[in-house]
């Protein structure tokens, strides 16, 4: 009897996880938090509709969704991103960040300059990653050399 409640109590806890987001486990937030760097990306212009913030380096989108109320809540992030805004908390350094045409941080992108003392650099209507943006991460460097970066101060 002991074994059967353990496996039906392991079931069900499992069952739970698979049916949360993946969001939950990797630094996406409906709202940037304090204390570092953080990238929000909206799904309208002129930071309009949901938006969901990271907090870290994403090479594929394709398991996030908006989380935040608004216009596009519950929808794909990836190839749905029409601006976005680089929030830069003091952490020793600004940070820069990049969002990228393609998974795994490759082709165009949007590059936000960082800056320091809780500030933050926007794009009102990302460039060439306008409703095509599948990646992103952060940096302390610049564009990517070679590519057809837009720059945003």
Same mark, same amino acid.
């Given at each position: ?24 486990? &990797? ?7 304090? *204390?570092?760097?953080?990238?929000? !990306?909206?799904? +309208? %212009?002129?930071? $309009? /509709? ?33 601006? &976005? ?7 020793? *350094?600004?940070?820069?960040?990049? !969002?990228?045409? +393609? %998974?795994?941080? $490759? /082709? ?46």
């Amino acid at each position: 009897m002991k074994r059967r409640i353990t496996a039906a109590v392991v079931s069900a806890a499992a069952a739970f996880v698979a049916l949360l987001p993946t969001n939950a486990f &990797a630094g996406a937030y409906s709202d940037c938090p304090s *204390g570092g760097p953080c990238v929000e !990306i909206y799904y +309208n %212009s002129y930071w $309009g /509709g949901s938006h969901t913030a990271f907090t870290s380096s994403v090479s594929n989108f394709a398991s996030y969704t908006f989380l935040a109320s608004g216009a596009g809540k519950g929808t794909s992030v990836k190839n749905n991103g029409a601006s &976005a805004r680089l929030l830069d908390y003091p952490d020793g *350094g600004s940070s820069n960040a990049a !969002i990228f045409f +393609n %998974s795994g941080y $490759g /082709g165009a992108c949007d590059f936000f300059y960082g800056h320091q003392e809780g500030s933050f650099t926007a794009a009102w209507r990302l460039g060439p990653t306008y409703n095509n943006n599948a990646s992103f991460y952060f940096t302390k460097g610049g564009p990517p050399s070679g590519s057809n970066c837009a720059t945003w101060r």
